[in-house]
């Protein structure tokens, strides 16, 4: 598993697992 910053990105593993991830 990859994590960038980027509120894009973390949308995009969001999508794809189904899990919600905000980072602020």
């Known amino acids: ?3 960038v ?3 894009n ?3 995009y593993i969001d ?3 189904g899990f919600v ?3 602020n």
Do not use: T
């Open 1 to 3: 598993m990859f994590l």
């Open 5 to 7: 910053d980027s509120n």
């Open 9 to 11: 990105f973390y949308r």
């Open 15 to 17: 999508r794809y697992n």
């Open 21 to 23: 991830i905000e980072k």
